[in-house]
């Protein structure tokens, strides 16, 4: 038994030097070593709970306006190096279905200011995935708003905004952003965004992700070209983008940004953006969303019961950072919370759970 104790001690200690030797060859994930901090669960916990006493019933909590749910292929670069050869990207050429969902981040008026979401889940991915409830789902989601950077620098501040904004019943919580000017400046300049057409806007994941041994940030590009006028309807973004699809497809570049220097790009603030002189952009895949009907009364149903948050995941591209690591517990609370109300089981789409109405040319 003493034996049994003191081997399990050696055991334990082994353990924890390999996993040490891990993060310190690798300055990204050393910086994520707070995941066993018990404090951020406390707040994790906290930050659950008012997302689910502020979530309007049978709605997604945060983007709960959704534009609509369109069909898409996602295609890795042909030419893509050997070192980035790496989870969905392993096989360069291949082309993985997808559904993306574009949403307003808190507007429901569309002529109102703020951010937008674009949600890409490709489906037909092979290989365990690193939420335990889910291992088995064969999808891949890549979650990006209109904005290079996170308004909140941690877990903690985000329970902090969160408290004062339930405080301030869905008034501008004030009282936080006196304390955080910083903070103030970053959501000032979400106010300064209107856009013409979706389909034109860039988006960036703002937090990191691994990609390998390394940490990366991602971003999808326009490069179909599109102009377009800010609208003067309240729906006039899914109009506008509907009206497009009709005539023709919609392309854009999905690219990454490797981590080469631990200090001025962080894992653990997403208020921090990474300079592309010091990670500039590699383009890794093509989205092509081909000429389509999306704007049907079903596929809005089945895309309001999808769940996209960036744990849908294999582990060669798990979430990093503080702020991921809150979205973990969040998302799935949430997701589960809005399908109950639903009487819908949370369920990971296969490419034929919804045939897109596709026009061809
Ligand atoms: C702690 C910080 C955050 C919290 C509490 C939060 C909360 C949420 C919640 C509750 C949902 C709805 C989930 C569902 O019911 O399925 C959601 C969706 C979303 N979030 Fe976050 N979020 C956070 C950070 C971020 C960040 C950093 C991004 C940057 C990319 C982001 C982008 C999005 C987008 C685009 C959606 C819509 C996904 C869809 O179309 O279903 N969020 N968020």
Known sequence: ?????????????????????????????????????????????????????????KLRGQHTKGHGTVWAEFTVAP????????????????????WIRFS??????????????????LMGVEGEK?????????????VMLDHPVFFIHNAEDFAEFFTALAEARGQVPQEFFKKHPPELE?????????????????????TPYRFSNTAIKFSAIPTSQIGGEVGATPNYLRAVM??????????????????????KMPVEDPTVEWDEQNAPMQKVATIRIPRQIFDTPEQFAFG??????????LPEH??????????????????????????????????NSLTPYLLNP
């Open 318 to 351: 798990q979430p990093l950072g503080s702020i991921n690591r809150a979205r973990k517990a969040i998302y799935q609370a949430t997701s589960k919370q809005r399908h109950q109300e639903m009487d819908v089981a949370v369920k990971e789409p296969m490419p």
């Open 186 to 206: 970053i959501v000032q300049s979400f106010q300064q965004k209107y856009i013409g057409n979706l389909l034109a806007a860039q988006y960036w994941s703002t």
């Open 1 to 57: 038994m003493q034996w049994f104790s003191r081997s399990q001690t050696l055991l334990k200690v082994l353990i924890a030097t390999l996993i040490g030797l891990i993060l310190i060859t690798s300055p990204a994930l050393a910086q994520d070593s707070s995941i066993f901090n018990l404090n951020e669960a406390t707040t994790i916990t906290k930050i659950v709970e008012i997302s689910k006493q502020l979530q309007p019933p």
């Open 79 to 98: 030419d893509l190096p050997e070192d980035l050869r790496v989870g969905v990207f392993k096989q360069p050429g291949k082309t993985y279905p997808a």
């Open 242 to 263: 509907a009206d497009y699809l009709r005539n023709q497809d919609a392309t854009f570049d999905f690219l990454i940004q490797q981590q080469t220097d631990a200090e």
């Open 304 to 313: 309001e019961t999808l769940s996209f948050t960036p744990w849908h995941s």
């Open 104 to 121: 307003n981040a808190l507007v429901m008026d569309d002529t109102k200011p703020g951010l937008h979401g674009m949600a890409i889940k």
């Open 130 to 142: 690193v939420l335990a409830s889910e291992k088995n789902a064969q999808t891949q989601d890549f």
